[in-house]
Antibody, heavy 118, light 112 residues
Framework: QVTLKESGPVVVKPTETLMLTCTVS??????????VSWFRQPPGRALEWLAH???????SYSTSLKSRLTISKDTSKSQVILTMTNMDPVDTATYYC??????????WGQGTLVTVSS | DIVMTQSPDSLAVSLGERATINCKSS????????????LAWYQQKPGQPPKLLIY???TRESGVPDRFSGSGSATDFTLTISSLQAEDVAVYYC?????????FGQGTKVDI
């Protein structure tokens, strides 16, 4: 059974760096064709793709957020980490990770709500 | 970036009636080497993560009821719910995975 679980702070202050962890089970991050993407969804708004990391460690980022994002993985721990620098209240959102088959997201975590507030 | 535009933004359909959602992309999602459209549809219910319904524009994900169908090619796509059930009330999103960055439509809210 494939599962993904996001973890990280519930509240961050403006200008701080957010670090989120996606812990996966039921598949291996080194499995050919398997990757993980991160998404976010501000309250009441649409989904937004943030970043992707492939089984071969290729990384890609949102055009508008590229300068603030870093994605990495620890295959031995079955974890994918996303960091976002210089957080702002407009970054308040539910953050999701999802397994990708090549690049198609097929299984999602439940998401974690991150609020940016002083 | 490829821009995805859904229509309508919301629609109300009677139980048992057909619901149709459109998705238009700013450039073709058809990959000529394999003749596949890199377009997926997701369903999102309140408080839940998105659920994959359709990929390659028309391939139903395992376990998805056959009242859900996808069609279209290149830049114009449609998600059809042939006979709306109460449990289909949700927001539906299209996603292009043809190129990075992946982009979603703005979502279509389906109500009864």
């Amino acid at each position: 059974q494939v599962t993904l679980k996001e973890s990280g702070p519930v509240v961050v202050k403006p200008t701080e760096t957010l670090m989120l962890t996606c812990t996966v089970s039921g598949f291996s991050l080194s499995n050919f064709r398997m990757g993980v993407s991160w998404f976010r969804q501000p309250p009441g708004r649409a989904l937004e793709w943030l970043a992707h990391i492939s089984s071969s460690d290729e990384k890609s980022y949102s055009t508008s957020l590229k300068s603030r994002l870093t994605i990495s993985k620890d295959t031995s721990k079955s974890q994918v980490i996303l960091t976002m620098t210089n957080m702002d209240p407009v970054d308040t959102a539910t953050y999701y990770c999802a397994r990708t088959v090549v690049v198609l997201p097929d299984r999602w975590g439940q998401g974690t709500l991150v609020t940016v507030s002083s | 970036d490829i821009v995805m535009t859904q229509s309508p933004d919301s629609l109300a359909v009677s139980l048992g009636e057909r619901a149709t959602i459109n998705c238009k992309s700013s450039q073709s999602l058809l990959y000529s080497s394999n003749n596949k459209n890199f377009l997926a549809w997701y369903q999102q219910k309140p408080g839940q993560p998105p659920k994959l319904l359709i990929y390659w524009a028309s391939t139903r994900e395992s376990g998805v009821p056959d009242r859900f169908s996808g069609s279209g090619s290149a830049t114009d796509f449609t998600l059809t719910i042939s006979s709306l059930q109460a449990e289909d009330v949700a927001v539906y999103y299209c996603l292009q995975y043809y190129s990075s960055p992946q982009t979603f439509g703005q979502g279509t809210k389906v109500d009864i």
